[in-house]
């Protein structure tokens, strides 16, 4: 018996991604037979991914469906790793405002998506036109990514998510590329919604707290901000398509220190059938700053509020229609914007607090439709103009 067993542990080897090939011999024969024990690296189960995400480098997600309650966590992948999401992923109806569906963090990590892959979000069994704002309760982030130092995100397709979207979030030096987030589902209203579009609230992108991040080449259908950017430095969007959304946004300030924005670029893009084109928004009675901010070489078309908007007044229930300076908002540039508002619409708004802006400059600004008439606090020469 000892004999046997100093043999069996000598033929035992380990190979890559944690398979192992155990070998013996077959006592009629001395034949050597080999049998490999697979990998936890290719999860078709919920339950297989918290074993692959400790123990793979290359971990392959097919047809995921998470059960209630149950969300996909990719928040302690090795580093390196690369996710690969295929086929459709789903999850079973969880109600509750708290629960975030798809959870992703790692250093220098590829998360991925297959051709033809889907991640369907199951927005329609939650949607009432209220969005995180009250009603049915519902996951009030679909998918929260804090991946660093040279990760990228890339080739995702995401459908019918709940609320918000993607919270980018604490990210650093590392790309978001080539995702598709379409809520068009939602664009009308549903037996519970009362009129409004049944996917509202359904932000897109929610940058915050990211420093030297690149998100490019992203396509969104929803029913709220396309890409908005708060407390964060050196970030570029570009050539992003935005359809019924809130338009390519800026979100100043906040509560006590820290709510600084600076160095962000919007570029290439489109924005389309949407409530406002351009936005920078800073809450009423906040501190903070927006500095050296960008938009250029961006087309509007069928926006329905604002072509272009800056204020200082900005509450989530509605402007309260009286500027604070708390938020220093300055080196603003605006730089080949073209396009059309509806008619009811009106071209630019820009409502500042008293001294609390500077610096804005418009190069070949041109916005037209609206009969609302344009109204700008600031620069004192009043608003662009062809």
Not at 53 to 76: E, F, G, R
Request: charged content about 10%.
């Amino acid at each position: 018996m000892l004999i046997s067993t100093i043999l069996l542990c000598s033929f035992l080897s380990t190979t890559t991604s944690g398979s192992v090939s155990v070998s013996t011999t077959s006592p009629s024969t001395s034949i050597p037979i080999t049998t490999t024990t697979p990998t936890p690296c290719f999860c078709t189960t919920w339950s297989q991914i918290s074993p692959a995400v400790a123990a793979c480098m290359s971990i392959t997600l097919d047809n995921i469906h998470a059960p209630a309650s149950s969300a996909i966590i990719l928040t302690k992948l090795k580093t390196g790793a690369t996710v690969t999401f295929s086929g459709k992923t789903s999850f079973a109806f969880t109600n509750s405002s708290q629960f975030r569906p798809l959870q992703i963090a790692g250093n220098n990590v590829t998360i991925q998506g297959a051709p033809g892959s889907i991640i369907d979000g199951g927005g329609p069994q939650y949607w009432d036109g209220l969005g995180s704002n009250g009603g049915l309760p519902k996951p009030g982030q679909f998918m929260k990514v804090q991946i660093t130092n040279n990760s990228i995100m890339k080739d995702l397709y995401i459908q019918n998510y709940p609320s918000h979207g993607i919270n980018v979030a604490g990210v650093l030096n590392s790309t978001i590329q080539n995702i598709i987030l379409n809520n068009s589902l939602g664009d009308a209203p549903n037996s519970i919604s009362k009129g409004l579009a049944a996917a509202h609230n359904t932000d897109a992108f929610n940058v915050g707290n990211s420093v030297n991040l690149l998100l490019q080449d992203c396509k969104v259908w929803n029913q709220d901000d396309c890409v908005v950017v708060s407390d964060s430095s050196n970030v570029t969007v570009r050539n992003v398509f935005c359809s019924g959304s809130h338009g390519l946004s800026i979100a100043g300030g906040g509560t006590g220190p820290g709510h600084n924005i600076s160095n962000i670029v919007f570029a290439d893009s489109i924005v389309t059938n949407s409530t406002n084109g351009l936005r920078i928004k800073t809450d009423y009675n906040a501190t903070g700053s927006v500095v050296n901010v960008t938009y250029s070489n961006i087309q509007l078309s069928n926006i329905k509020t604002y072509g272009i908007d800056i204020q200082q007044d900005y509450l989530n229930g509605g402007p309260s229609g009286k500027a604070s300076n708390g938020v220093k908002v300055a080196n603003i540039s605006f730089s080949n914007i073209s396009g059309w508002v509806v008619p009811k619409a009106a071209d630019y708004y820009i409502f500042c607090g008293d001294g609390s802006c500077e610096d804005f400059t418009f190069d070949n600004v041109r916005i037209s439709g609206g009969t609302n008439a344009s109204r700008c606090n600031y620069p004192a020469e009043g608003c662009p103009g062809p």
